[in-house]
């Protein structure tokens, strides 16, 4: 059975780090694209990153390039998301979530989700 989990969420002080983690179970990580995606109170769901599968390269959604970096470990099977200089902005659930298309993930509808991790940043 597919499985992800994601963690590591909390409350971080704009301009500080922050590392999620997400546990993947029942597939290795470099057969799925992984993605992040995030949803604030009152907002739609967003993307915010994905790495392809066998290759493993990474994309960012405008909002947060620059400043998240994504990344997996397959001996683990685990991916992460590395937030720095968080804004205000930033605060919401962050969920990971796998699919064997890379459409799916493009598009939000990934057919693995895992549940999120609140994320709350502050001023």
């Known amino acids: 059975e597919v499985q992800l989990q994601a963690s590591g969420g909390g409350l971080v002080q704009v301009g500080g780090s922050l590392r999620l983690s997400c546990t993947a179970s029942g597939f290795t990580t470099d057969d799925f694209v992984i993605g992040w995606f995030r949803q604030a109170p009152g907002k739609e769901r967003e993307g915010v990153s994905c790495?392809?599968?066998?290759?493993?390269?990474?994309y960012y959604s405008n909002a947060v390039k620059g400043r998240f970096t994504m990344s997996r470990d397959n001996a683990k099977n685990m991916v992460y998301l590395q937030m720095d200089s968080p804004r205000v902005e930033d605060t919401a659930v962050y969920h990971c979530?796998?699919?064997?298309?890379?459409?799916?993930?493009?598009?939000?509808?990934?057919?693995?989700w895992g549940q999120g991790t609140q994320v709350t940043v502050s001023s």
């Open positions: 790495i392809s599968r066998s290759d493993g390269l990474t």
């Open positions: 979530a796998a699919d064997q298309k890379m459409h799916n993930i493009v598009i939000l509808r990934p057919e693995y």
